[in-house]
T-cell receptor, first 115, second 117 residues
Framework: DQQVKQNSPSLSVQEGRISILNCDYT??????FLWYKKYPAEGPTFLIS?????DKNEDGRFTVFLNKSAKHLSLHIVPSQPGDSAVYFC??????????????FGQGTILTVHP | GAVVSQHPSWVICKSGTSVKIECRSL??????MFWYRQFPKQSLMLMAT?????????EQGVEKDKFLINHASLTLSTLTVTSAHPEDSSFYIC?????????????FGPGTRLTVL
């Protein structure tokens, strides 16, 4: 049962353009969402997060949008740079009780930004 | 940012042997650490939650007698893969929550590549 889904295995974007990575979830208990960037044979690096009480969070070139009713979130990167090329994971967390701190990850989307 | 290290970064072992992987928070105290595994081209799957001073809690389907977790101090958690088999070959990643921050501040180690022959 895949509770967090990233349906696009890969995305290719031209440098300077916008990259939009999508993520869907099914568990209504999730109330915190995070995006991580990962290179092969390395651990994930935290990018940006959003609480379920918000619908948008922005940090520099990265913006995350949350649509609770659709159980959908997206990460926008603008402008995209070749150094952004990596695997991007969406993760979700339920803050209550025994779920504290546990992250459920999506399958990842490989982003390639062409010069 | 906070630094989490793992040792070793890669290990090759024979089937039937045990392998210990260390996860250390280098510049902060971590009351809680998590262990994940990632198969090629797949997502990170949470294996267990490691709490300092208490027993680890395992996710459904993870054998606690096979994956022994010890959280010996506020900066060290170890994962021992006992009687390793080829199907245990995977990329193991730990993460740590800072004791003085919220759970969203979760920092990941660089991972350990385990290959069982």
């Amino acid at each position: 049962d895949q509770q967090v889904k990233q349906n696009s295995p890969s995305l290719s974007v031209q440098e300077g353009r916008i990259s939009i990575l999508n993520c869907d979830y099914t568990n209504s208990m999730f109330d915190y969402f995070l995006w991580y960037k990962k290179y092969p044979a390395e651990g994930p690096t935290f990018l940006i997060s959003i609480s379920s009480i918000k619908d948008k969070n922005e940090d520099g070139r990265f913006t995350v949008f949350l649509n609770k009713s659709a159980k959908h979130l997206s990460l926008h990167i603008v402008p995209s740079q070749p150094g952004d090329s990596a695997v991007y994971f969406c993760a979700a967390s339920a803050s209550g009780g025994t779920s504290y701190g546990k992250l459920t990850f999506g399958q990842g989307t490989i982003l390639t930004v062409h010069p | 940012g906070a630094v989490v290290s793992q040792h070793p970064s890669w290990v090759i072992c024979k089937s039937g042997t045990s392998v210990k992987i260390e996860c250390r928070s280098l510049d902060f105290q971590a009351t809680t650490m998590f262990w994940y595994r990632q198969f090629p081209k797949q997502s990170l799957m949470l294996m267990a939650t490691s709490n300092e001073g208490s027993k680890a809690t395992y996710e459904q389907g993870v054998e606690k007698d096979k994956f022994l977790i010890n959280h010996a101090s506020l900066t060290l958690s170890t994962l021992t893969v006992t009687s390793a088999h080829p199907e245990d070959s995977s990329f193991y990643i730990c993460s740590a929550i800072r004791a003085d921050r919220s759970a969203v501040e979760q920092f990941f180690g660089p991972g350990t590549r385990l290959t069982v022959l």
